[in-house]
């Protein structure tokens, strides 16, 4: 991803649209996207400050409040599949993907390997 513009730049644009001049010339005299001379002048007006939003973000894992089942149920039944896992939890109304359940296996360290030796 991109990195923003520094605030200073944004000052300096801003400020020199607030003084009337043309968002196309400020664009221009400081080598910018037109459009990023309107975000940040509206951002502005609105905010009263140039400086961005947060960029990027945490998503929540939507498995987390389900850690103690999913631990009960890969030690009630130790032969269960990701697959099966996933269905079960999609009948409790938890609809992830198969991955989201690997990754959260592997995450909280409840691996399991399924291998004609250990059956």
Known sequence: MVRPYSNDLRERAVAAVMKGQATRAVAEQFGVAVSSVVKWSQRYRQTGSVTPGKMGGHRPRVLEPHRAFIAER????PHLTLHGLKDEL?????????????????????????NAVRS
């Open 90 to 114: 999609a009948v409790r109304g938890v609809n992830v993907s198969h991955n989201a359940v690997w990754e959260f296996l592997r995450r909280e360290g409840l691996r399991f390997k399924k």
């Open 74 to 77: 890969m030690k009630q039944t």
